[in-house]
């Protein structure tokens, strides 16, 4: 069974930061490429941020760029999303998706697997 478990969310102040992990279980981590995406209340889920397999190709909502960095260590089944110099308007629930592709992609449809969600909170 496939398992997407999100960590490191939490309330922050505007400018400070926060480390989201998501850990993956039964798929063959390396052949994933992995998306950061999150949804705000009342709105819908959005892109933040893609990485391909190798962890060599990365994409970036423009929102986010400059701020937010996403990795992934494929030995540890994990990927990464930095986020530093936060604003009240990151204040969402962050998923992690799985996608059986080499390259990730924008689109929630083109991912087979998702977490939970982590939730972080930005006061100003």
């Known amino acids: 069974q496939v398992q997407l478990v999100e960590s490191g969310g939490g309330l922050v102040q505007a400018g400070g930061s926060l480390r989201l992990s998501c850990a993956a279980s039964g798929l063959t981590f390396s052949s994933n490429s992995m998306g950061w995406f999150r949804q705000a209340s009342g709105k819908e889920r959005e892109f933040v941020a893609g990485?391909?397999?190798?962890?060599?190709?990365?994409d970036y909502a423009d929102s986010v760029k400059e701020r937010f960095t996403i990795s992934r260590d494929n030995a540890k089944n994990t990927v990464y999303l930095q986020m530093n110099n936060l604003k009240p308007g990151d204040t969402a629930v962050y998923y992690c998706?799985?996608?059986?592709?080499?390259?990730?992609?924008?689109?929630?449809?083109?991912?087979?697997?998702w977490g939970q969600g982590t939730t972080v909170t930005v006061s100003s």
């Open positions: 990485i391909s397999r190798s962890g060599r190709w990365k």
């Open positions: 998706a799985a996608r059986n592709q080499f390259l990730a992609t924008r689109f929630t449809n083109d991912y087979d697997y």
